[in-house]
């Protein structure tokens, strides 16, 4: 067992997956020589060489689709988007592609491939900058999506989406990089397609993925501190979604928050809340809240842009105005 | 001479005597008629690449049929004009060869080496179709012959093939992959970024550009700033040539010598083969859009009728052997409509089982009025 940062542990992961099978390469913009924009690269081509650790020109939709190519012929490539702002330049080749190498053809080919990419605001970097646009993919069929909050995750959900045949947009987070934690030495991978129970309790559930998920685990512990009783799930694969544990919670718990770094409307937390309310519709004591991102084009200034992402304190303060709602005594 | 644009011309480029006509001055579809026989190729491969061409015609003509009979649906999109272009593109391949076209594939399919009755149930949407049914024209697929995929999407099937030729340098082997599109094509993003990669890696793919002056009902001036599309291979320092697409042999003489250079040095090419479209964009176009010379050069370009009389006039065929030709492909396409129109249609029941190859924890298997809970 080690404490490692959130960025490590993908390093790590993928420097074993690529010493343990010489399919696997990496391919994408400036991770060769540059090591990486958010150097989760960094020391790879040095080690594997220029074969294994391919530096692309600035075509995604070129190299995203000659990753798929590759892929059909049965390499498993690990794309990295330099951030998922970038993959709609390469929307056609995962989505019209991709996607539907398997189900199009009559499950003759497939596209075993990792596209990572990481979402995320914060940092300043403006409106094309800083978007979380998974739903996108979350959307689509053919696609499978996960999302690690937690160095662990990262390593398991990494090791899942290598071994799987399907192609798999494994979403990461600027701010999630420099994060810590506990990763066992011999963690098996995750099963893609399970929400993980991150704390549990019965007062009221919180649902995040991603950074939120981490903000969330934040937000239950303050709330122990007062007696207040949460569950948190970790969506951790956006599609499939594990509608089965979030409303196994709600109907436990009979209310929910959702957190998300995505705009409302239409978002991750939309969809949800309709599971919700098709599951537990007859357990819900208040309605289901969504903390999201305010819907403008993220500005750059600091106070603007703080103002309109979500945090522990407007995670928190949504938290406890669902709870007066319910009437709980705290 | 064939027209060339190169930075290292391949070992007997440039060397032979047709050429693709320009879109200038009157010169295109006019092809060289002799009386001799064309060279090289022994009267069984000429024989043949008639018997194809003669197949492919039929064939079309059959799934055209089809469509209007409600058979096949979709978009149905038909190489009539083209089968000299195909049939020659498709003699310059080895089996173990790839190839990647775009939505205009039947003819590709076919003289891959595919049985017409799998393309013709794929039209027909049957379980024996080249893709199960679930892919439809635009759509055929078959691992065993190296059609890996027609794309519906315009310019989808480049990166994808250059991404196939960078598998082949990646494990040393000495395949050669094969990209058509038409040329429209050559103006989307994806034509630009995957040439410049495959010559920048130096992968073994040939691009080949279709040019049948039409894209849907867009004329290649009006959407191309350098209509001479071969030229654009300049741009990557790669070699482009251009092709009369009328000519079968001239067609696999340059795309073999192409393919074989490929193989030999994996140094990528573009290939223009000027072809014509004798219908409209898909069955159900009527093309009011051409004016009434270009479709009778159309016509009067025949590559199928060409070829025939070429041969016979060379002493290649008789009469009586072109007949017999002609009666035998018949008998295949009725073969193939029988064989699809017999075959089954796709059970509802399977219609989840080709989402993902891994099957997955929580996969929604959900019919459009089924509850979620």
């Known amino acids: 067992m080690a404490v490692i940062t959130y ?33 989760i690269t960094a020391g790879l081509l040095e080690e594997f060489g220029e074969k294994r650790v391919r530096d692309t020109p600035i075509a995604e939709e070129g190299f995203v689709g ?72 979350a959307f689509v069929p053919g696609l499978k999506v996960v999302a690690p909050s937690t160095p662990a995750d990262a390593r398991a959900l990494l090791k899942a989406s290598l071994a799987d045949n399907d192609p798999v947009l494994f979403l990461e987070n600027l701010a999630l990089y420099n994060t810590k934690g506990e990763v066992p030495d011999d963690m098996p991978p995750a099963e893609i ?45 956006l599609r499939p979604l594990d509608r089965e544990t979030l409303v196994e919670s709600v109907r436990k718990t009979g209310c929910a928050v959702i957190a998300e770094d995505d705009w409302l409307t239409y978002g991750i937390g939309a969809e949800i809340a309709a599971s919700i309310s098709d599951g537990a519709f007859d357990y819900l004591d208040a309605p289901v809240r969504r903390v999201a991102a305010a819907e403008v084009p993220l500005p750059y200034a600091k106070p603007l842009e703080r103002a309109a992402l979500p945090s522990a304190e407007s995670l928190n303060a949504a938290v406890r105005q669902t709870l007066d709602a319910v009437g709980h005594r705290r | 001479m064939a027209e060339t644009a190169t930075r290292s011309k391949p070992a007997g480029s440039g060397s032979k005597g047709r050429r693709g006509g320009t879109r200038s001055g009157g010169s295109r579809g006019q092809q060289s008629q002799g009386k001799t026989a064309p060279r090289a190729e022994s009267p069984e491969t000429l024989r043949d690449y008639f018997r194809q061409m003669s197949l492919i015609r039929r064939f079309e003509e059959r799934a055209a049929q089809g469509y209007t ?44 080496g595919i049985e017409p009755g799998k393309v013709m149930a794929e039209l027909y949407g049957r379980t024996t179709g080249t893709s199960k049914g679930l892919g439809g024209s635009m759509h055929m697929f078959d691992t065993e012959v190296g059609l890996l995929g027609g794309y519906g999407i315009v310019g989808g099937q480049i990166p994808l093939a250059t991404g196939a030729a ?46 049948n002056y039409l894209g849907m009902g867009t ?82 370009a025949d590559p199928v009728a ?20 002609e009666r035998a492909v018949q008998a295949d396409v009725d073969a193939a409509v029988a064989f699809a129109d017999d075959s089954p249609h796709p059970d509802p029941a399977t ?15 959900r019919l459009p009025a089924d509850p979620v809970f």
């Open chain 1, 7 to 39: 960025r490590q542990a993908l390093h790590d992961t993928l420097r074993e997956e690529m010493l343990s099978d010489e399919n696997v390469f990496l391919i994408g913009e400036e991770i060769g020589v540059f090591e990486g924009s958010y150097k």
């Open chain 1, 66 to 137: 000659a990753a798929v190519g590759a892929a059909m012929l049965g390499l498993r490539p690990v794309v990295e988007l330099m951030t998922i702002n970038f993959s709609l330049l390469a929307l056609d080749q995962i989505v019209n592609h991709a996607a539907k190498i398997y189900g199009m053809f009559g499950g003759q080919s497939n596209a075993p491939m990792v596209l990572r990419t990481p979402g995320g605001g914060g940092q300043q970097l403006g409106a094309t900058h800083s978007q979380n646009i998974e739903l996108y993919y």
């Open chain 1, 193 to 237: 397609g399970k929400a993980g129970v991150t704390r549990t309790g019965s007062d009221i559930t919180i649902i995040g993925y991603s950074r939120m998920a981490t903000v969330a685990t934040q937000v239950a512990d303050q709330l122990g501190e007062e007696g207040i009783s949460a569950e948190v799930i970790d969506l951790r694969s």
């Open chain 2, 69 to 112: 009979q409600a058979k096949v649906g979709g978009y149905c999109h038909l190489n009539l004009g083209e089968e000299a272009t195909v049939v020659g593109l498709m003699s310059a391949l080895r089996r173990s060869d790839y190839l990647f076209t775009n939505y205009r594939e039947h003819g590709y399919a076919i003289a891959k």
């Open chain 2, 166 to 211: 960078l598998a082949i340098d990646y494990r040393g082997g000495d395949e050669v992959v094969m990209c058509q599109m038409g040329d429209g094509t050559t103006n989307i993003g994806a034509f630009h970024e995957s040439m410049n990669i495959a010559a920048l890696w130096n992968l073994p793919v040939v691009f080949v550009v279709i040019n």
């Open chain 2, 219 to 300: 004329t290649v001036e009006m959407s191309s700033a350098e209509s001479e599309l071969y030229k654009r291979a300049v741009a990557y320092r790669m070699h482009g040539e251009r092709v009369d697409g009328n000519d079968v042999v001239a067609v696999q003489e340059a795309a073999g010598r192409l393919v074989e250079h490929a193989r030999k040095t994996g140094e990528p090419a573009m290939l223009e083969a000027v072809s014509h479209r004798m219908k409209g964009h898909s069955v159900v176009d009527p093309a009011k859009y051409r004016n009434s010379e270009d479709a009778e050069a159309a016509r009067e």
């Open chain 2, 306 to 325: 060409a070829f025939r009389e070429q041969l016979i006039s060379a002493d290649v065929l008789d009469e009586d052997g072109a007949a017999e030709i």
């Open chain 2, 351 to 365: 219609l989840f089982d080709y989402t993902y190859a891994t099957p997955v924890a929580n996969d929604s298997r």
